[in-house]
């Protein structure tokens, strides 16, 4: 059975991220913590807050640089909505006040990310103003189902690319620094 190739894009990545110079360790450290920062609602500073944290780390920068964009404006909804969910569920025993319904969030999200609202609302003043009233609404709830979701896919990137990056290197150490 033939392979199937992958896209170009892909292949290169694949690439860049299995032979940068520097230990599986470390490059697994890189992309848990752009992983870890890509659920986070830091938008606008999460490249700043990885580079940061890979420095203090010691981690590698270029990797986690990568992994941080898992969380753009296609995927928003896709990764907030959980964790606002997860977040809710931690946090509303501990508070008195009416928080939102998960519908009431979701038909938030998808009116003010929308493809449409995005490209035509993205520049102006209201469209920031609904943005800064549903982050306070729903942002302790955001937090805390980020940094639950984000750490659980840390730590289980950290270990699958740790060990995909020491066998693929193992299986064929004559292709690690091959020019692309």
């Avoid at 890509?38 to 420095?55: C, D, E, H, K, Q």
Wanted: charged residues 15%; hydrophobic residues 50%; positive net charge.
């Amino acid at each position: 059975m033939a392979r199937k190739r992958k896209h170009p894009i892909l292949r290169y990545l694949e690439y860049k991220i299995l032979h940068i110079d520097d230990s599986p360790a470390k490059i697994a450290l890189g992309l848990a913590i752009g992983l870890f920062v890509a659920w986070m609602p830091i938008l606008g500073i999460r490249s700043l807050m990885v580079i940061a944290l890979s420095i203090l780390l010691r981690a590698n920068k270029f990797a986690g640089l990568v992994s941080v964009w898992v969380s753009n404006v296609f995927t928003f909804v896709l990764i907030y909505y959980p964790s606002y969910l997860i977040g809710r569920a931690v946090y509303a025993p501990f508070v008195y006040h009416e928080t939102l319904s998960g519908e009431q969030v979701l038909a938030s999200f998808n009116r003010l990310f929308a493809p449409a609202n995005i490209f035509t609302g993205f520049y102006t003043k209201e469209y920031w103003r609904q943005f800064w009233v549903l982050t306070k609404t729903i942002g302790p709830e955001l937090w805390i189902g980020g940094f639950i979701l984000g750490g659980l896919v840390a730590i289980s990137s950290y270990v699958i690319c740790y060990n995909l990056i020491k066998n693929h290197r193992a299986k064929s150490p004559h292709r690690r620094y091959r020019h692309y």
